[in-house]
């Protein structure tokens, strides 16, 4: 066991680390919000990070500065981008992202420039990055099962609903963009610390299709789907180099897009809900198969 987790620790770290995304991600769109503007506070949260190591803050203080930030920003968001719904929300957050890719590229000095920021001093461990991993599913679980959680499935599911209820869809999406650039923020600090370097990438374009595809591929209708979500989508490259397939880092787009189609046809409730769904199968066919 021990042997495993020496081996296998920076795969368990970005584990980790990529589930606190995938958590941003989905936040916004259990609200029924299309945003992924998480990516963006990825980026803000990193850098925050960065920049207070640089100087000589606590990492505590640059983790704190880097959920603040990114918080403000994204309520400053919501209040230009809350009216929106669908692809055109979509778009707008997938804009937001690449501003905020091109200021880290113009920040000069102060942001390192295309360049970056490198040699980070501060660090986590896995235990702490797990820890901090737990301490927000819970709290997000304790939220779903609260009555703000129940609020978010009728704003989701039925706005005029929502509205017939005295619930301001507006200020839960408002809230949900928060919480979504928090938590996004959070999770940009701790990969900050664990690689001890950021650069203007951390906002590009494929960090926004890695974190919509871990949470469609494991389900954004349940918070575990995103744990199953990022644990598989960072694996799966590792995994398939093991069993002997050669020369996956040219070919991962195409595995992507394979994989997404997969799910989208055959399990649009994510592998969890298929796996649910399979479980739901079996225990009715062996419910007839004592009744008969």
Excluded: K
């Amino acid at each position: 066991m021990l042997n495993f987790f020496s081996s296998n620790e920076i795969l368990l770290q970005t584990i980790a680390v990529f589930s606190l995304l995938a958590f941003s991600v989905q936040i916004s769109l259990r609200a029924g919000a299309f945003s992924l503007a998480g990516v963006g506070c990825w980026a803000i949260g990193g850098y925050s990070l960065a920049i207070s190591d640089r100087h000589d803050m606590h990492p505590v203080i640059g983790v704190l500065i880097g959920i603040v930030v990114s918080a403000i920003i994204s309520y400053l968001l919501a209040l230009l981008l809350v009216r929106l719904r669908g692809l055109y929300l979509g778009m707008a957050t997938i804009a937001f992202n690449q501003m905020v890719g091109i200021a880290l590229i113009h920040g000069g000095d102060f942001t390192g420039g295309e360049l970056g920021i490198y040699g980070i001093g501060a660090r986590i461990s896995t235990f702490q990055l797990f820890a901090v991993l737990a301490l927000v599913s819970f709290l997000l679980w304790a939220l779903e099962r609260g009555m703000l959680g129940r609020a978010y499935n009728i704003v989701r599911d039925d706005e005029p609903l929502a509205a017939s209820l005295g619930i301001d869809s507006e200020s839960m999406r408002r809230f949900a963009f928060v919480l979504s650039g928090a938590v996004g923020g959070l999770a940009g600090a701790l990969n900050a610390m664990m690689l001890g370097i950021v650069s203007p990438t951390d906002a590009d374009f494929p960090v926004i299709v890695i974190a919509l595809t871990m949470v469609i591929v494991g389900g954004y209708h349940s918070w575990l789907g995103a744990l199953i979500g990022a644990a598989l989508i960072q694996w799966l490259p590792i995994g398939l180099q093991s069993f002997g397939i050669e020369g996956m880092s040219e070919w991962w787009s195409v595995v992507y897009g394979l994989l997404i189609l997969f799910i989208a046809v055959y399990m649009p409730r994510g592998l969890l809900g298929g796996l649910q769904r399979l479980g739901s199968l079996m225990a009715r066919r062996h419910q007839d198969f004592r009744e008969a």
